[in-house]
């Protein structure tokens, strides 16, 4: 979840900053769902989920520029329930590969299964192998 504080016109598909001097109280506040991010000609987006629809942005979605999260971002939240158990025995394996961003393997799992030990990652939840 991230929060986003703008003027109703640079809310568009890919938000802009037009008014350099807004704060927080003086502009519209949204809430939105960050759910994927890619860069394009070097510049680093998220995609979020916007609540306001699939007649807004990119039929729902809105691509928020670095530039734009780093400047009117006021609160960002990672909804979870970490859960960890103090019976949970570490597990050991062998990492034999350098794991990187967008893997599905068992390496990932056994990452994932000794991040649950250590209270890192959800216990309930199974691991999925994939590195995202």
Do not use: C
């Amino acid at each position: 979840m991230v929060w986003y504080y703008f003027k109703h016109e640079e809310w568009t598909k890919n938000p802009f900053i037009k008014h350099r001097t807004l704060t927080p109280s003086a502009g519209s506040r949204h809430s939105v769902t960050a759910v994927d991010f890619f860069i394009k000609d070097g510049i680093k987006y998220l995609v979020i989920e916007d609540s306001w629809g699939t007649k807004h942005g990119a039929k729902g979605q809105r691509f928020i520029s670095e530039e734009f999260h780093n400047k009117r971002n006021f609160f960002s939240a990672y909804f979870t329930r970490f859960e960890f158990s103090d019976e949970m025995i570490t597990p050991r394996y062998t990492f034999t590969k350098t794991m990187k961003l967008g893997d599905r393997n068992q390496e990932v799992v056994a990452l994932q299964d000794f991040l649950k030990s250590k209270g890192l990652f959800h216990i309930n939840t199974q691991s999925t192998g994939y590195f995202g």
